[in-house]
């Protein structure tokens, strides 16, 4: 979408803390996080001094496990990183959008079904809040649900389309596609940009993002790392 800087997606949690989600943000010094029943994403500056690190460790509380996204650096002494995987963002390059006519319109109250169904599919973090990071629309047979896919990172100009899952009894049926798709003209309806994640590794889901006009923007990383267990004090 013209006039959408993807600058704001190289740090895409800082860029939505402090714009279209400031209402989420949770904030000591420099660190934002979103509260701990949205998404666990804490945001830290692009180059985070030590003082950063103690607020860190202080926003998120001792022996926490803290989720960075796209930090490349080193932690501090003290902090013990708990995973670390290759990942990539895609952007939205030509997709071909449309409504589709079976979704769903998915809230609070569907929150049960939604948690149940991410349980058995595990697309990545989906709490008991996420839903109101932006518009998630499901699929039904039966009145069950058995496939969704929403949106999370809200950078200003873009939204992250995320939790993007099907029950493992319709898979093939082109499910994931549709919703990715749907949630997409919601996006650019707004006048905004979709784009996504996913892991490095996972060649299937990007040769099918790429298929429906998703483009490969950078590599990232998906890590984390927990907090001291002592509390940490800023640094003056």
Known sequence: MPGSDPRVLDNPALAALTGPHAHFAERRGRVLRYPADVTPWLAL???????DWADAAALSGP??????????????????????????????DGLVTTPEPEAVRLGPADVPEMLDLVERTRPGPFLPRTVELG????????????????????????????????????????LATRLILAVAHGIRERGETPFLHTGAANATAIRLYESLGFRL????????????????????
């Open 45 to 51: 500056p692009d180059e985070p001094d030590a003082r």
């Open 63 to 92: 022996g926490v496990e803290v989720p960075l996204l796209g930090f490349r650096g080193q932690v501090p002494e003290g902090w013990e990183v708990t995973f670390r995987i290759e990942g990539v963002q895609l952007v939205d």
């Open 135 to 174: 518009t998630y629309l499901g699929i039904r047979r039966d009145g069950r649900l058995i496939a969704m896919a929403g949106e999370r990172l809200h950078p200003p100009g873009w939204t992250e389309i995320s939790a993007v899952c099907t029950d493992p009894a319709y898979r093939g049926e082109g």
């Open 217 to 236: 923007r950078l590599h990232t990383t998906f890590g984390a790392a927990r907090a001291p267990e002592h509390r940490a004090v800023p640094v003056a």
